[in-house]
């Protein structure tokens, strides 16, 4: 079956360190993965987006890799801060004739403590 | 610029009744997405719209149901509730689905079913 996996339970971490969090796929050609941000009763934003055929992509303080020989993407937060405490949604989209579907993973909650 | 706007922020309906969800994209985006959002999962793909016509559909009840409207808004409509339906229903809009960019999602509509 398809799955997509992430961490479950919530990464802490202390400010300034380096957060790194895993997306797992299964079951999935995906042509594009993204990772968005949500904070609780809002809706994702858009973070970052890396296409099958790139390993590595950097935004800031933001770095994604994606590996599609072990299906899976990492996401860095350097130098992290209290204000980055939220939850990561990675996102694979499938191509499919004409339209645009993302399916999403569970997220993982992160807690950077100053 | 104005962002993906959704109406209401909040609704509390009873079983087996009928609920309709707002969605105004970005302008000049053509594409709206509906996705609902159980808490403490990630989104499901519920819907896709391009130029009013409806190109992708995902795995739920033939109860919901969808438009776009020749502005590019959108509405989700949902008949005869069921207490599961409770979730955050988010609205995406994104430029053309058959390019691959990122998707903006609202701030949501949460749905409290009793």
């Known amino acids: 079956s398809q799955k997509i996996e992430q961490n479950s339970e919530a990464l802490n971490i202390q400010e300034g360190k380096t957060a790194t969090l895993t997306c797992n796929y299964t079951?999935?050609?995906?042509?594009?993965l993204q990772w968005y941000r949500q904070d609780p009763g809002r809706g994702p934003v858009f973070l970052l987006l890396?296409?099958?055929?790139?390993k590595e992509k950097r935004k800031e303080r933001l770095k994604v890799t994606f590996d599609t020989t072990l299906k899976q993407s990492l996401f860095h937060i350097t130098a992290s801060q209290p204000a980055d405490s939220a939850t990561y949604l990675c996102?694979?989209?499938?191509?499919?004739?004409?339209?645009?579907?993302?399916?999403f993973g569970t997220g993982t909650r992160l807690l950077v403590s100053p | 610029d104005a962002g993906v706007t959704q109406s209401p922020t909040h609704l509390i309906k009873t079983r087996g009744q009928q609920v309709t969800l707002r969605c105004s994209p970005i302008s000049g985006h053509k594409s709206v997405s509906w996705y609902q959002q159980v808490l403490g999962q990630g989104p499901q793909f519920i819907f896709q719209y391009y130029e009013k016509e409806e190109r992708g559909r995902g795995n739920f009840p033939d109860r919901f149901s969808a438009r776009q409207f020749p502005n590019y808004s959108s509405e989700l409509n949902v008949n005869a509730l069921l207490l599961g339906d409770s979730a955050l229903y988010l609205c995406a809009s994104s430029e053309d689905p058959a390019m691959n960019t990122e998707a903006f999602f609202g701030q949501g509509t949460r749905l409290t079913v009793v």
């Open positions: 996102a694979l989209y499938t191509p499919n004739t004409g339209f645009q579907k993302l399916v």
């Open positions: 890396i296409r099958e055929n790139e």
């Open positions: 079951n999935y050609s995906p042509a594009y």
